[in-house]
């Protein structure tokens, strides 16, 4: 049979008188993969597509396409690298500790065994603590004059020397000394030890005819006790403990603020009225003293009060238009209250020295003192002004401060004080 044109054979038709061929039975069709492409029948000549290109992946992806979404990735994550480098890394969040857990309670200590309190120290007691610094002193100087062999005039030199540095004072040493130079004669004294109890009986007799009792309003009304003394003597303080004692002698108290001057000491004067339980009268600061007073004094008049307590201004004595202020305020209260003040109590600082006799001397002239109350004899060596003010002065020294607790303010004794001061030094360990 011819061949057809382009090499294929051609399959014409038969011609009429031809048989056609018997045809063959059909052969069940070989199994054929799924992926593998079909067999080309047989005898037809088949052709094949050219290579694809090596750029083209297998998904027929443009390469350009590819190449720009490669280059968009890297230029994403060079951004985001020099992002990093310039925003700081946040922290992480603080986890919170955990809670401890609960401790079990500690057991309680053991209680002590309970001793028995100790009996109230006695004022000879009180005292010998109060002049501590100047029984020291003055004792140790005084065991060294007593200790010598025989009583002669350079005895009598070494102890007005030591009466001296006790701040006993020239005229009360003078005093003192001529005294005790007419009892060694008297009695033949001969030894120096006998001279420690006739010198304590000159000092007692300086304290004799005095009274020690705070005044009181025999009439009708409140008690008035008017207080003076320069800034620092601890005269607003006084007014304060004073308070207490008359509050827990079931007295009814009333505390006036006459110290309008001094920064504070209305507000100090409040806080004392609180402690101790007492009504309180005061104005503003820079305030008239006397009219204070003055309404503290009605005021007490009408709410029935047993004892007013009147603060006043302190100054120094050589300030004469002040003092003539106070001269006021005295007028002014024995106005308010026939007979008032019923009492005019001078605080003396004991550290001052020499020089509360003349505060005492100035003070007593402008307000007509009638006893002092002796402050901070627990930090002086110098006690030995008791002394000189009950023999210059005459004044009763009523009160003593040892300490700065409200039970610090004792009543003065003078036979404790005394004993206190002779007191032979303990001897060394």
């Not at 047989?42 to 083209?56: I, K, M």
């Not at 102890?159 to 003078?174: C, K, M, P, Q, S």
Request: glycine share 10%; proline share 10%.
């Amino acid at each position: 049979m011819p061949a057809g044109p382009g090499g294929v054979s051609r399959r014409g038709t038969m011609d009429d008188n031809e048989e056609p061929p018997e045809t063959p039975p059909a052969a069940d069709p070989e199994p054929v993969a799924p992926d593998a492409p079909a067999a080309e029948p047989a005898g037809v000549a088949t052709t094949t597509e050219p290579d694809a290109p090596a750029l083209q992946d297998s998904a027929g992806l443009d390469p350009v396409l590819i190449g720009g979404i490669a280059l968009a990735l890297l230029v994403a994550l060079a951004g985001g690298a020099a992002l990093s480098r310039r925003r700081p890394a946040l922290p992480e969040p603080a986890v919170p500790p955990e809670p401890p857990e609960p401790s079990q309670p500690a057991a309680p200590a053991p209680r002590p065994p309970e001793q028995a309190s100790s009996p109230p120290a006695s004022m000879l007691d009180r005292m010998r603590a109060g002049l501590s610094r100047t029984s020291a002193g003055f004792g140790r100087r005084l065991a060294s004059v007593l200790g010598r062999e025989h009583v002669d005039e350079a005895l009598f030199e070494a102890l007005e020397e030591a009466l001296l540095i006790a701040d006993v004072g020239v005229a009360t040493t003078t005093a003192l000394l001529d005294g005790l130079r007419e009892d060694v004669q008297a009695q033949e004294i001969t030894t120096p030890a006998q001279l420690r109890s006739l010198l304590q009986t000159r000092m007692l007799g300086l304290f004799q005819g005095q009274d020690r009792d705070l005044g009181a309003n025999g009439a009708e009304g409140p008690t008035v006790v008017l207080v003076v003394g320069v800034n620092g003597s601890g005269k607003t303080t006084t007014i304060g403990k004073l308070a207490a004692r008359y509050h827990r002698a079931g007295e009814r108290v009333l505390l006036g603020a006459g110290d309008t001057f001094r920064a504070g000491a209305i507000d100090q004067l409040r806080i004392w009225s609180e402690r101790a339980s007492a009504d309180f009268v005061a104005h503003q600061e820079g305030a008239d003293p006397a009219a204070v007073l003055f309404d503290a004094l009605d005021a007490a008049l009408a709410r029935g009060t047993d004892v007013v307590l009147c603060d006043t201004a302190g100054r120094l004595q050589s300030q004469k238009p002040l003092m003539a202020e106070l001269e006021k305020v005295h007028r002014v209260v024995g106005r308010a209250v026939p007979g008032a003040p019923h009492e005019v109590l001078l605080v003396l600082d004991a550290t001052m020295g020499q020089n509360a006799l003349s505060q005492a001397r100035t003070f007593g002239a402008a307000t007509g003192v009638t006893g002092v109350v002796l402050t901070k004899l627990d930090g002086t060596a110098k006690g030995g002004i008791v002394l000189a003010i009950a023999a210059e002065l005459g004044l009763p020294v009523k009160f003593i401060g040892v300490g700065e607790q409200v039970d610090d303010l004792r009543p003065f004794e003078p036979g404790a004080f005394v004993e206190a001061l002779l007191e032979p030094p303990p001897p060394a360990p």
